[in-house]
């Protein structure tokens, strides 16, 4: 496989991580999450920390990140989104409040990269995690085992949501959130349990990206309009749309820009952001609920019904 | 009544931060002594972050001998040095000056990056504000009786010691990549023109990237495809040569590019963005990539026998567990050179701006870390000779040369081609 198409599809799965994680919390309490940024830098700056000090693979360290990532969303819930919600805030507000979390989570991290550079002098304000990665069939074995990680969060997020009697309880709160508190289910650990699966998601997707990107503490900041990009992409309804989103956002960045530079020259290579988020506008010009609203069933059966047609 | 207290209270507060505030940023009087506040506003974080972690340690160690000096002396006044982080980031660096011109600041040390300086200018010259920066090498700012003074050579000066590193290194065909900002723009501008002069054929395709990229896969497979065509053409893959000019992205640069069997065999040539780069030390698989294509860069050659050289390198090395950049020496130069001016004139920036070139000439003869600083008529360093970089192992840099920049010719110590 190609270096670039390697990295494309690591890149892509982290992406469509963060994405799945946004339009999660979007559609459970209406919040805008910016501090998806921080939240994903974070699982970068936590799997640093572990190969750096203690050794190993990048890997084994993302159980870490998951419970890192879910505890910064329970702080966030707890200490913001929860009072916001509970006194009917405005979406703005809520979106604006997790912009405020995100400068705080930014600047602990900043100060955690200080303690990191002056007490153990390592260099975490650039880092280039692929290196401690290890090699499966010529290939990175993040080519193989993100996608794949990436999967199985999705399969049992989807398990979790249509088979646990939480995760039906959960839908239907999405769905009615009136009605649901009507019929006992309780929506503030709805809401909690969204946070919670919202941070490790942001984390784990942070941690992805920092394999085919370079592990910044800005790295969230930086890539930010992508991962929305991805969710919006999705539609913002549907969780299993804001993934794929991620997913094609972050292809289309990497395979996109170079084909497009072989193709018109590396001038175009300035404009590397600019090409997803034109896809994604295009999208959305052409089908306005992005990509979870393209009626795929129909399309297939028109085909289908079509070509049944044309052999009668 | 909790109500009235509780705006006593908040009153009460706030006229304590007042009180406070209006002694904050300096030219307050304590016991006779007046503090005089500069602000470094250096590139704590962003690409530039280790030059400016290496310059903010070293201003604070100059901010402290001078204070030591002025003690001695039995001045009535005291340094105060503040440091703020412009994230290598103009808009940022700017609304920092703003923010601490506001507080009565009207000298500043940094910042490092040429675009940030530029984003400044404007705002510096309308206000007279006084800032010297201790790395912006572009040409673009060699501007005359402007207010932003730089203790370094600008590009035109690096250019053609790029260039005669190049033929040094028996390139016959380059392949140009740099950051697109000022800083990048002007040196490859500058290192192009050296090469064309010495007679090496340039690549028609140069990949210009945006400062802030972060992933370079699709730089490396193009870089790949234009090294596959220049041997298709008939040129040898160790005559092919690739200048690369970034800073700390020059990492995952190479680990991209490592991916690809035969840019190892062709000559990787940097700048003083990626010399001592401790990014690339960090990164084992990086730095035998660049041990491999044996990655050499220039940068401005401070005097190693002068007086505080050693004390800087030392300080650096003992804080951070590092080799220092070069223009950190410059950095320790401008605190010292700044405080001598206001001993001098007191806190006004037109007035230090008036004295500045003519103090540094005379204090950097015997004292200066980075050797003697002559200003020439834009306020930038006259000339300066430039050292060759390159990694010695997976563990350290070395220098086995220098370029001279009177005679253009490059003097190897150790002989590396």
Known sequence: MAPWMSSGLIYAS?????????????????TFNFAVASMATIGFIVVYTGVSLYGGLPYQYYPFVLIIGA????????????????RKAAETTLMMSTLGYDLILLSLIQMYSDYLTYTFKLFPRRVTMSVFDFELYGESAA?????????????????????????????????????????????????LVSW??????????????????????????????????????????????????????????????????????????????????????????????????????????NLFGQKRGASA | MKSKLFVLLLIGIMALAFVAGCGGTGDGDADGVTTHTIVGILPLTGVLSTFGENSAEVAKLAADDVNAWLEAEGKDWTLRL???????????????MQSWFGEGVQIFVGPQASGVAQEMLAFANANQILYISPSSTSPALAIADDWLFRFCTDDNIQGPAIGALIKEAGIEHVIFGWQGDTWGDGLQGAAEASALELGVEVNSNKLRFDPMKDAFTSEAALLDGYVTEAVASGVALDKIGFNI????????????????????????IGSDGTAFSEALLQTPEAAQFALDVKFANTMNKPEDGSANYARVKDHVQELLGRETDAYSYNTYDMVWALA????????????VKEILPEVVKEWSKDNAASGYIELNESGDRAFANYNIVMLESLDGWFVPGFFDGLTGEITWETPVY
């Open chain 2, 82 to 96: 503040e440091i703020d982080d412009d994230a290598t980031e103009g808009p940022v660096g700017l609304t920092k």
């Open chain 1, 143 to 191: 080519t193989f085992i993100l996608p794949i990680t990436a999967i199985a969060c999705l399969t049992i997020l989807h398990f979790f949501l249509t088979k646990t009697k939480f995760g039906i309880a959960m839908r239907a709160t999405i769905e009615n959130p009136t009605l649901a508190g009507a019929s006992g289910i309780n929506s503030d650990r709805v809401y």
């Open chain 1, 14 to 30: 982290g992406l469509a991580m963060t994405a799945g994680s946004i339009t999660l919390l979007y559609i459970v309490t209406r």
């Open chain 1, 196 to 301: 919670i699966i919202s941070g490790s998601m942001a984390a784990l997707g942070g941690s992805f990206m920092a394999m085919a990107m370079t592990g910044t503490p800005v790295m969230g900041m930086v890539t930010i309009p992508l991962m929305f990009a991805g969710a919006i992409l999705g539609g913002l309804g549907n969780i299993y749309g804001g993934i794929l989103g991620g997913m094609v956002i972050g292809l289309t960045e990497y395979a996109g820009v170079y084909f497009l530079a072989k193709q018109f020259g590396p001038w175009i290579l300035g404009y590397r952001m600019g090409i997803p988020l034109f896809i994604m506008a295009a999208t959305l010009l052409v089908f306005p609920r992005g990509l979870s609203g393209i009626p795929l069933g129909k399309i297939i059966k």
């Open chain 1, 71 to 86: 505890i910064t969303g329970v702080i966030c819930y707890y200490g913001l989104n929860r009072p916001l919600l509970y």
């Open chain 2, 340 to 351: 001598l001016c206001i001993d001098q004139v007191g806190y006004d920036s037109a007035a």
């Open chain 2, 245 to 268: 000019i970034t800073f700390e992205q020059v990492v995952p640069f190479m680990v991209e590019a490592s991916k690809y069997p035969q840019l190892s065999q062709i000559k990787w």
